[in-house]
């Protein structure tokens, strides 16, 4: 709440027990909002327990999408659903894993700043893990800072972060923190019963840790019924209101809506000693109606090589939503393994589609696949987007076909290409580490006068996120400008170009950067808005 007194900012946790992939992040996305339509100021952080780094280097199978913050931080993609549902950015200091608290601890112990003493997980990584989690509160900024804590309770791996939770909640004091436990209610249909055992174990375990949560959300595929919610609450030492369930919903965007009709932020409230104010949440209540009851549904083909795994393009996936709400409709993503498309099959593939997408990626693994796609895409005039290595595809694809360089590729997927149109950066030439050296976060762009990125954007510079190490090759920029590819935006600084775009095309960009980083519930990404908007008067 922006107030001028200097109350001590409050902590919320949340863990997660019985299965993983709950919801924890869209738990704590919907209270951030909740506590956000209430006037205060509120901030995410998440802690996973795996030892990398930062997912970066994890392949998507592995964790499904990596995010990129405003500072150039490679996170978990529940940041997304963070700044998706919160509207504000994250930063480094918002997602923290196992990997960067020893590496830390254990820079210290190099430098001796322990002075010799034996380093421990109690009190050193504890201290770490604390440290952490104070960091994004003791700015000052924000009246409650989230923590969600990866894993689910039990796991090995998370027992320090919960030590580091029971240390943290005896030292801020009474009334000052409060753990939220999400956790399974299993219904079990030979006997038609919702089970109620997993969860008092997980609390149980909780307990054994030394960490009483104050509150619930049990997740659950049926209602629960009063009984099995006072039956939870006795034996798990919680009080009746502040047992809340998390059904399924059609949308993810309706949690905050459904907590809200159970006063859920109203108890958190309550026991954090906060008053309450009067809830506004009457965009949000807007936009869910539009996700919920579209007036048209449009087939947009997204291409990619991790087809079979959605959570991989996850952020393009939610920017979709927020563009078909905007435009009254809804976004049936069709996803096209493009290891699978060839000519033969490439008309039956996409040729019922309003538009095409080619998404990001790394390797050669599918790429002629998508090259054929953005051919599809240019000569039959469906709207068309491509997306960091998808905007490199309309380059290869334009200079074979248009350019008539028959040979032309990127140096990523053949280094002795005779026409190398896409090639390595000068800067990424020397480098052989691959965690977080890549071109990340944050980067301007000035827009080219009478452009279509200029009209869509409805300005002369714009900043957008990156991840990448290849580029366009500015050695070839004029061939393709007299071609017919007009070159829409470049980086002021590095003369980069950022933006591709066709004239003679309804609707035809390639973006270098990833603009569906940027959008959320509140301020729908423009790029995709008007891609849907052609794509609706496509198939108008």
């Known amino acids: 709440m922006n107030t001028t007194d200097k109350r001590q900012t409050k902590y919320i946790f949340v863990t997660g027990g019985v299965a993983s992939s709950l919801g924890k992040g869209i738990i704590s996305s919907s209270l951030a909002r909740l506590l956000l339509g209430r006037g205060y100021t509120v901030t995410i952080q998440k802690l996973d327990p795996y030892i990398n780094v930062d997912?970066?280097?994890?392949?998507?199978?592995?964790?499904?999408?990596?995010?990129?913050?405003?500072?150039?931080?490679?996170?978990?993609?529940?940041?997304?659903?963070?700044?998706?549902?919160?509207?504000?950015?994250?930063?480094?200091?918002?997602?923290?894993?196992?990997?960067?608290?020893?590496?830390?601890?254990?820079?210290?112990?190099?430098?001796?700043?322990?002075?010799?003493?034996?380093?421990?997980?109690?009190?050193?990584?504890?201290?770490?893990?604390?440290?952490?989690?104070?960091?994004?509160?003791?700015?000052?900024?924000?009246?409650?800072?989230?923590?969600?804590?990866?894993?689910?309770?039990?796991?090995?791996?998370?027992?320090?972060?919960?030590?580091?939770?029971?240390?943290?909640?005896?030292?801020?004091?009474?009334?000052?923190?409060?753990?939220?436990?999400?956790?399974?209610?299993?219904?079990?249909?030979?006997?038609?019963?919702?089970?109620?055992?997993?969860?008092?174990?997980?609390?149980?375990?909780?307990?054994?840790?030394?960490?009483?949560?104050?509150?619930?959300?049990?997740?659950?595929?049926?209602?629960?019924?009063?009984?099995?919610?006072?039956?939870?609450?006795?034996?798990?030492?919680?009080?009746?209101?502040?047992?809340?369930?998390?059904?399924?919903?059609?949308?993810?965007?309706?949690?905050?809506?459904?907590?809200?009709?159970?006063?859920?932020?109203?108890?958190?409230?309550?026991?954090?000693?906060?008053?309450?104010?009067?809830?506004?949440?009457?965009?949000?209540?807007?936009?869910?109606?539009?996700?919920?009851?579209?007036?048209?549904?449009?087939?947009?083909?997204?291409?990619?090589?991790?087809?079979?795994?959605?959570?991989?393009?996850?952020?393009?996936?939610?920017?979709?939503?927020?563009?078909?709400a905007t435009n009254h409709a809804k976004v049936r993503l069709e996803y096209v393994n493009s290891e699978k498309i060839t000519p033969q099959s490439i008309d039956r593939t996409l040729g019922q589609m309003c538009g095409i997408l080619v998404a990001p990626g790394f390797g050669h693994r599918g790429i002629e696949g998508k090259i054929l796609a953005v051919e599809y895409a240019r000569t039959r005039k469906i709207p068309f987007m491509g997306i960091c290595l998808g905007m490199q595809c309309c380059v290869i694809e334009y200079a074979r076909n248009v350019l008539g360089y028959a040979d032309a590729n990127s140096t990523e997927m053949e280094t002795a290409t005779a026409y190398p149109v896409i090639d390595i950066m000068e800067e990424q030439k020397n480098i052989t580490e691959k965690g977080g050296t890549m071109r990340l976060g944050a980067y301007p762009c000035k827009l080219t006068e009478g452009s279509r990125a200029q009209t869509i954007y409805g300005a002369e510079e714009i900043s957008e996120r990156h991840r990448h190490r290849y580029e366009f090759n500015n050695k070839y920029m004029q061939a393709f400008q007299e071609a017919g590819l007009k070159i829409a935006g470049i980086n002021p600084a590095t003369g980069l170009v950022e933006i591709v775009e066709i004239e003679d095309h309804p609707w035809f960009v390639g973006v270098q950067f990833h603009p569906e980083y940027k959008s959320t519930v509140l301020n729908p990404h423009p790029l995709f808005v008007s891609f849907i908007k052609a794509a609706l008067d496509h198939c108008n």
């Open 55 to 324: 997912p970066g280097t994890l392949n998507p199978y592995e964790h499904g999408e990596c995010y990129v913050t405003e500072d150039g931080a490679e996170t978990d993609l529940d940041l997304g659903h963070y700044e998706r549902f919160t509207n504000t950015h994250t930063s480094q200091a918002n997602n923290v894993t196992t990997g960067r608290i020893y590496q830390s601890v254990i820079n210290k112990e190099r430098r001796g700043d322990f002075l010799g003493k034996t380093v421990q997980v109690i009190p050193h990584i504890t201290d770490e893990i604390k440290r952490r989690i104070m960091l994004v509160g003791n700015k000052g900024e924000y009246d409650i800072v989230i923590t969600e804590i990866g894993g689910t309770v039990g796991d090995i791996e998370s027992l320090p972060y919960i030590e580091a939770v029971r240390q943290l909640r005896y030292q801020l004091g009474a009334g000052n923190s409060l753990v939220i436990h999400l956790t399974l209610i299993p219904y079990m249909a030979a006997s038609g019963e919702l089970k109620t055992k997993p969860t008092q174990h997980s609390v149980k375990t909780l307990l054994e840790n030394g960490v009483q949560p104050d509150m619930l959300v049990l997740r659950t595929e049926k209602e629960l019924t009063a009984d099995v919610r006072s039956k939870v609450a006795l034996f798990c030492n919680v009080e009746p209101d502040a047992v809340a369930q998390s059904i399924d919903v059609p949308t993810i965007y309706e949690v905050p809506l459904r907590l809200l009709e159970q006063n859920f932020d109203l108890v958190a409230l309550r026991k954090l000693g906060l008053p309450a104010p009067e809830s506004d949440l009457k965009e949000w209540t807007e936009f869910v109606d539009k996700v919920k009851n579209p007036k048209r549904e449009i087939k947009i083909a997204l291409i990619g090589k991790y087809t079979e795994l959605p959570d991989a393009y996850k952020s393009i996936a939610e920017a979709f939503v927020h563009a078909g």
